[in-house]
């Protein structure tokens, strides 16, 4: 069955509606109202149809229509019309946008407060430093059985173990060590340290206790700790807002999924895939507490080899074009105030595990 033109007009005037009233959306309405210039008869036909096709759903038999994921994909993808802000608008928000970060240091938690009051849902924002390497090794012997591993990374930051080994290593095979690690993994990423470099380095030094793989495992995990995501959340209370979680259970479940921790894009996926303005609605949510929501995202340049993310989560029935351009916005703003040299934001990545306070929500 084809999408007509005629069918698209009728889909994106009752996503419209349902935006605007959480109520569905009857052939009466769109007979008197819509402007679409055509019967209830053949609206109703037409609804019927787009029900088949799976773009919308009767919660009852005797009322309206409701848009399911599909038709909201559909909406987003081709029907919406994109949003602009008034100059009123703009200057408001670079204004709230400057005076955050003045008065917050350019922390992400701000920047989620901000996100969360512009769209009056709930909001993230998170961000992904550049990936760290270890610029020197220095490897202290303490006795037979201990060792000091230290680590100075790319971006200045220390890291440092104590090793007890089994069994005794003798100092001049620590002393070779700490040379041929200097010499050969120093200014790689974690990725480049392989078994086979691992086995290269042992056969050289004559390492025969396995004392390399010791600190090749020490490089890996302080350049992956180095890199540890944390994130900040705001407004969850929001949620309480919009009908579609006037059921306490299914808004609790959403808030707490999102205040333990909970992932809001692939675990595999970058925030250098969110260049522009995503989307995710309902089933194509990474969990099954996110199943019945939407998210919407896009990143930013926070300087200094710094991306971030902002997003907004809340449920599929929402304005995404104006939340789009909203997010868009301040993406923008932040991307021009926070590359132009100043010290990037606090904070990492995707998995949600740092919770902001309650003020300004």
């Given amino acids: 069955m084809e999408l007509t033109e005629r069918k698209k007009r009728i889909l994106a005037s009752v996503v419209d509606k349902y935006i605007e009233t959480a109520e569905p959306v009857g052939s009466k309405y769109l007979a008197n109202e819509a402007g679409l210039g055509c019967s209830s008869a053949t609206i109703r036909n037409e609804l019927a149809e787009l029900v088949n096709m799976g773009y919308l759903e009767q919660p009852h ?13 559909m909406y987003v993808n081709e029907l919406m019309e994109k949003q602009r ?13 400057s005076a955050k970060l003045d008065e917050l240091d350019n922390t992400i938690d701000s920047i989620s407060k901000l996100a969360s009051q512009l769209t009056n849902y709930p909001a993230l924002a998170l961000t992904s430093a550049a990936r760290s390497t270890i610029k020197r090794y220095d490897f202290i012997y303490v006795d037979a059985n201990t060792i000091i591993l230290v680590a100075m990374l790319s971006n200045n930051s220390v890291k440092n173990k104590l090793v007890h080994l089994p069994v005794s290593v003798d100092e001049n095979l620590v ?7 200097n010499a050969s993994f120093t200014g790689i990423s ?4 392989t078994p086979q470099l691992i086995n290269t380095t042992e056969r050289a030094s004559g390492d025969s206790i396995g004392l390399t793989s010791v600190i090749a495992a020490f490089a890996i995990e302080s350049m992956s700790s180095d890199s540890a995501t944390s994130a900040y959340i ?19 479940r959403l808030m707490n999924y999102l205040q333990s921790g909970g992932y809001i894009l692939p675990p595999d996926a970058t925030i250098e895939d969110t260049s522009e303005v995503r989307v995710l609605i309902g089933p194509e949510n990474v969990a099954e507490e996110l199943k019945d929501s939407s998210v919407i995202v896009t990143s930013y340049d926070a300087g200094d080899g710094t991306r ?6 809340g449920p599929t029935r ?13 993406a923008n703003g932040l991307s021009k105030r926070l590359s132009a040299g100043t010290s990037p934001v606090t904070g ?13 929500r």
């Fill in 348 to 360: 990492m990545h995707n998995k949600l595990i740092i919770k902001g306070d309650d003020s300004d």
């Fill in 308 to 313: 971030g993310l902002i997003g907004i989560v």
């Fill in 190 to 193: 974690d990725e480049e340290i």
């Fill in 61 to 73: 038999t005797s009322a309206g229509r409701v848009p399911t994921p599909q038709g909201y994909r």
């Fill in 175 to 181: 002393m070779r060590l700490s040379s041929m690690f």
């Fill in 234 to 252: 705001a407004g969850e209370n929001r949620l309480l807002n919009h009908p579609e979680f006037r059921d306490p259970d299914k808004a609790h």
């Fill in 318 to 330: 929402m304005d995404y074009s104006i939340i789009a351009e909203k997010l868009s916005f301040l």
């Fill in 85 to 97: 802000m008034s100059i009123e608008e703009t200057e408001d928000l670079n204004a709230r946008l």
